[in-house]
């Protein structure tokens, strides 16, 4: 199975009564893990909860994995539309590079808080589960290219030699960071330590200065 087919699961029925149910199956699974912070639930769990048939819903899915990925599929579509619309304002707005950054790990680190709850689990599942695992990964690559792209508008500000670069690898220490932060691929523990705003505003000082600084030149063999 790869992503395409996962995407073909996720297209809701045309008939009303149809996709209703579908609705309330793929609702009820990504509530019982937004609830529960794991993966942990049955599809007799889903039936229950959502007022659908066990039998409707193996006509949709063959296993609690096809579910999981397909709610996955749908969560990361809204996370990259909220991403990708917060980007897009940020660009617009920006004087300069450093006002960009701030604002952009601000938009970033808060659209991705909006989803922590149900991206935790998805983001676990994430380490044992390859379709899980691309599906994430083509999400990131959205969010990422749209930074980078938003970036290198403002390249002429940015003194790294290789600026596309810079702008990618200054957008994944960000994104690891936040990402810690949420829990995401970690124990629920792991997550909440520190100020939330001072990790915001330390990363943006960084990232702004990591490209507004000349790279150290490696030193030479004697």
Not at 55 to 65: E, L, T
Not at 73 to 96: P, S
Not at 117 to 146: E, F, Q, T
Request: with cysteine.
């Amino acid at each position: 199975m790869d992503i395409e087919t996962i995407v073909a699961k996720a297209r809701a029925p045309q008939q009303g009564r149809s996709k209703a149910s579908f609705e309330r199956m793929l609702v009820t699974a990504e509530q019982l893990m937004t609830e529960r912070g794991s993966d942990e639930f049955t599809l007799n769990e889903v039936a229950r909860h959502g007022k659908v048939s066990i039998g409707s819903i193996y006509c949709r899915f063959d296993s609690k994995d096809d579910m999981v990925r397909v709610v996955q599929l749908r969560v990361l579509e809204r996370v990259d539309a909220d991403v990708l619309a917060a980007i897009a304002a940020v660009q617009a707005e920006a004087r300069d590079l450093t006002d960009m950054v701030h604002h952009m790990v601000q938009a970033v680190a808060e659209a991705l808080r909006r989803f922590a709850d149900v991206m935790r689990p998805l983001m676990l599942r994430a380490s044992s589960d390859p379709i899980v695992a691309a599906i994430g990964k083509r999400s990131y690559a959205r969010a990422s290219n749209a930074v980078i792209a938003a970036i290198l508008t403002h390249r002429d500000e940015i003194r790294h030699p290789d600026p596309e670069h810079a702008a990618d690898a200054g957008y994944r220490i960000v994104y690891a960071s936040i990402a810690r932060y949420l829990g995401f691929g970690s124990s629920i523990d792991a997550a909440w330590e520190g100020d939330w705003t001072e990790l915001k505003v330390d990363l943006g000082d960084m990232f702004a200065a990591y490209l507004a600084m000349p790279p150290r030149m490696p030193a030479t063999a004697t």
